[in-house]
């Protein structure tokens, strides 16, 4: 009988545990160090203290591992998936007993060669009072790319519910690539790539240091020579609409073009209406606005819709989306945003902003394949447009 493992000495204070797989002889558990960078460990059941790393392949740092459905319990080889943004995924499988990794399933992306480009995580100064955060973020780029802030960027950002920003294999983000785009993930206080309380940090009352840290690694970009202001652009869809949504209003000056998907832009009233179907389940993550004056008058802030800016001129271009049949996100908020904007629009005509509504679909898209592309093209005709890059 094995006597009960507290896997906190092995793995340390800092790391944290996202999935685990238990075999008759050794536990696996599927980490993420301090960098937030993914990782396996081994634990052998009968000598704990001799638990080691997986070896994964280094060029792989920057992926979205996934354990596989591994259902024998005293099976010797543990299977799990990875892919980054330039890999599509990859099935290991991993001998317990001989400690020898191998591949079982690759797939290639098909006139792409991801030899031409790199994937790396650098780390971004935000700041929390008078203490410097460090802020994980993710870069995708040409090799050969220069540091003259000639390169259009798009920076990614999510930072809700303790959820990781996925870096995993994107085949439309492949196009961007292609063109000379450098794609950037912020991972903000807020998600879950640092642990339980990174992602306190960016909830609640503290919600605001997800904005600050997404405007410092967009300050990050142009400051290192990657990008300019004028060749710069931010997404979110979701939260992390409401993230990109905050960044518009209170830091327009540091983008030049917005890609909002569904975006969560009303929060102050939908979180003070409990018919909706989830506004309670949300009160851990946003706080109660009804039941507390303090966390009405913090969420009315920085809710986007309840902060726009009297000078609409110096808003960046925005391309919108909805679905009617959003359930999470209420198609009309965003058209509210919208909505607000066009009527401003004869005061402020060189303002581009363009609003795109799906009767299909969801919040998590639905569509079928061609709708996807069809979504994604949309997004790279109204990058180009609004940054002034060539079409082709």
Not at 176 to 201: I, T
Not at 263 to 279: E, G, V
Not at 313 to 331: E, G, H, K
């Amino acid at each position: 009988m094995v006597d009960v493992i507290d896997v906190r000495t092995y793995i340390g204070p800092s790391a944290k545990i996202d999935e685990m797989d238990l075999f008759q002889d050794f536990v696996v558990l599927y980490e993420r160090a301090a960098a937030g960078l993914p990782r396996v460990r081994i634990v052998p059941l009968q000598s704990p203290q001799d638990s080691y790393m997986l070896p994964l392949p280094p060029q792989h740092a920057c992926c979205v591992l996934h354990p596989c459905p591994n259902r024998g319990f005293h099976d010797n080889v543990v299977r799990f998936s990875l892919s980054t943004p330039l890999v599509p995924e990859i099935v290991y499988q991993y001998d317990l007993h001989r400690r020898q990794l191998d591949v079982l399933k690759q797939d290639a992306a098909v006139n792409f060669d991801a030899d031409e480009f790199t994937c790396r995580r650098v780390h971004v100064a935000s700041t929390d009072d008078d203490a410097v955060v460090s802020v994980p973020m993710t870069l995708v780029h040409r090799k050969d790319m220069k540091l003259d802030g000639s390169n259009p960027t798009l920076v990614v950002g999510y930072g809700a519910y303790g959820m990781n920003l996925d870096t995993g294999f994107d085949m439309e983000a492949l196009s961007m690539l292609q063109r000379g785009w450098v794609l950037a993930y912020a991972h903000v206080r807020g998600g879950g790539e640092l642990g339980l309380d990174w992602h306190a940090q960016g909830r609640g009352l503290l919600k605001k240091n997800s904005f600050v840290d997404f405007a410092a690694c967009c300050r990050h970009l142009v400051a290192t020579g990657i990008t300019t202001r004028r060749l710069l652009a931010a997404k979110g869809t979701s939260a992390g609409g409401l993230l990109v949504g905050v960044v518009a209003n209170e830091y327009p000056h540091l983008v030049a073009a917005v890609v909002l998907n569904v975006p969560f832009l009303d929060i102050a009233s939908t979180m003070q209406d409990p018919s909706l179907p989830l506004t309670v389940h949300e009160y851990d993550e946003w706080g109660n606005p009804t039941a507390d004056a303090a966390v009405r008058a913090y969420i009315q802030s920085y809710s986007p819709i309840d902060n726009l800016r009297s000078d609409h001129a110096q808003y960046p271009a925005m391309l919108v989306t909805t679905a009617l049949n959003d359930m999470r996100v209420n198609y009309w908020e965003p058209l509210r945003w919208v909505r607000h904007f066009r009527q401003l629009k004869p005061k402020s005509p060189d303002l581009v902003l363009w609003c795109k509504v799906s009767d299909d679909g969801g919040h998590f898209n639905g569509l079928g394949r061609l709708d996807q592309l069809e979504a994604a093209a949309d997004e790279i005709v109204f990058l180009h447009h609004a940054l002034n890059l060539p079409s082709s």
